[in-house]
C-alpha cells in the first residue's frame, strides 16, 4: 500500500496527514514541530510510505534534512504554487493544509524545491547577519546626521573611520546635543568594530574556497558576492543550461502575452534579492569603476551608449550570473577576451 504525507508546519506544532493511492484518509493528527515527535507519529506506517511532502518555511530545511537522513522521501514544495492549490478550499485550517498537501503528492501535482546543503545554510546566515549589521549601522548614522542638522551641524562627507571623530567635533560646543547622540555613537561604534570581524571572516572563507577563487577572477566580484552566489546556486548541476540561472535569480524581463497583446516588463525580481543586488552592484562597478577591460565590459558600455547606464548594468548583471555558472562547471577562470576603450564612454 502506497502512502502520502502531507505535513503543515507551524512554529509549535505541525498537522500531519496521511493518504493512500485512493484518496482515503489513514490518519490525521498533531505533533509537536520536532523531528523525533514527527517521526514518531509516522512509524507504525515507515514501511508503505512513499513520499513527505513539506511546504516552504523556516523550519522546512531542518525538517527535511531529518526526515531525509531517517530514510524517508522528503519533498519540499514550491510556496506560491502550494498556495494556489490550497486557496480553492473554502475554510482555511492546518488540518485541511495538511491534507491538501498530502492530495498534492498523491496526483503528482507539485513543484519540489531545491533545499539547501548546510554549507550553504551557513553561508547564507554569515551573509544575511553581515548585511543585518551594516543596515543597523547605517540607520544610526543617519539618525544622528538628522538629530544634528535640526541644530545646524553638518557631517557632510567624511569616511567611515572618521566619522565618530566628526560628530565630537561637531558637539563639543553643544554638550546638550552629545547626551543623545553619544549613546548611538557607541552602539554605531560597536556595529562598526563586528561588521569589521564579519568582513575578515567572509574575506577568509572566500580566499580558501575554490569556487569563490574562480567567481573573483571576474572584475567588480569580491568576496561577499563570490559567497552570495555559491551560497544561493548551491549546486550547479540542478540548471540544465547556464541561462536558466538569471531567471531563477529574478533578472529576467517579465512577460505578458494574451490575444494580441504581447509586452515585456521589468525584471520579475522573483529570486533571491541579496544575490541580486549584489551582481548589480559588481556589474555597476564592471562599468564604471575597475580600469582593466575585457570583452564582457566593452559590450555593456556600447550597451550603455544606446539603452542607458541603468539597462546596462542588470544586462551585464544578468550576463555574470551565466558567467559564473559556467566556470563553476568548467573550473576555468574568468577570459577577458578582446575588448577595448569605447570612445566617448558614459
Not at 569563490?212 to 548541476?237: E, H, N, R, V
Amino acid at each position: 500500500m502506497s502512502l502520502f504525507v502531507g505535513l503543515d508546519i507551524s512554529l509549535k506544532k505541525t498537522s500531519i496527514c496521511i493518504l493512500d493511492a485512493q484518496g482515503v484518509s489513514i490518519f490525521q493528527g498533531t505533533a509537536l514541530s520536532e523531528p523525533a515527535a514527527i517521526m514518531e507519529k509516522l512509524s507504525r506506517w515507515r514501511e508503505d510510505i512513499v513520499l513527505v511532502g513539506i511546504e516552504a518555511c523556516p523550519l522546512s530545511e531542518w525538517l527535511h534534512a531529518a526526515l531525509t537522513t531517517s530514510g524517508y522521501d522528503a519533498r519540499c514544495l514550491e510556496t506560491r504554487h502550494t498556495q494556489r492549490f490550497l486557496s480553492t478550499r473554502p475554510n482555511k485550517t492546518d488540518r485541511n493544509d495538511a491534507h491538501g498537501i498530502a492530495t498534492m503528492l498523491r496526483l503528482g501535482h507539485f513543484k519540489p524545491v531545491h533545499v539547501k546543503s548546510r554549507e550553504a545554510q551557513l553561508l547564507r546566515a554569515l551573509l544575511t547577519g553581515r548585511r543585518q549589521v551594516m543596515d543597523a549601522m547605517l540607520r544610526i548614522e543617519n539618525t544622528i546626521r538628522g538629530l544634528l542638522r535640526v541644530q545646524g551641524m553638518k557631517i557632510g562627507v567624511v569616511h567611515r573611520n572618521r566619522y565618530s571623530e566628526r560628530v565630537m567635533v561637531l558637539c563639543e560646543d553643544d554638550p546638550a546635543v552629545l547626551v543623545a547622540v553619544a549613546p548611538l555613537l557607541a552602539a554605531r561604534d560597536t556595529m562598526r568594530d563586528q561588521l569589521r570581524k564579519l568582513d575578515l571572516s567572509v574575506a577568509r572563507q572566500a580566499r580558501h574556497d575554490p569556487i569563490c577563487a574562480l567567481f573573483m577572477s571576474i572584475p567588480g566580484i569580491g568576496p561577499i558576492t563570490a559567497l552570495a552566489y555559491k551560497a544561493t546556486i548551491d549546486d550547479p548541476q540542478r540548471f540544465a543550461k547556464s541561462k536558466s540561472v538569471p531567471a531563477h535569480l529574478g533578472l529576467t524581463p517579465k512577460v505578458y502575452q494574451s490575444g494580441e497583446i504581447d509586452r515585456s516588463g521589468r525584471i520579475s525580481k522573483s529570486g533571491d534579492h541579496l544575490l541580486r543586488h549584489l551582481l548589480t552592484k559588481a556589474a555597476a562597478s564592471m562599468l564604471m569603476r575597475t580600469s582593466k577591460w575585457c570583452a564582457l565590459k566593452h559590450w555593456g558600455v556600447k550597451l550603455a551608449g544606446k539603452i542607458g547606464m541603468g539597462k546596462a548594468v542588470v544586462a551585464v548583471a544578468r550576463k555574470m550570473a551565466i558567467i559564473m555558472h559556467a566556470m563553476w562547471l568548467t573550473g576555468e577562470v574568468f577570459r577577458f577576451g578582446s575588448g577595448e576603450p569605447v570612445p566617448n564612454t558614459p
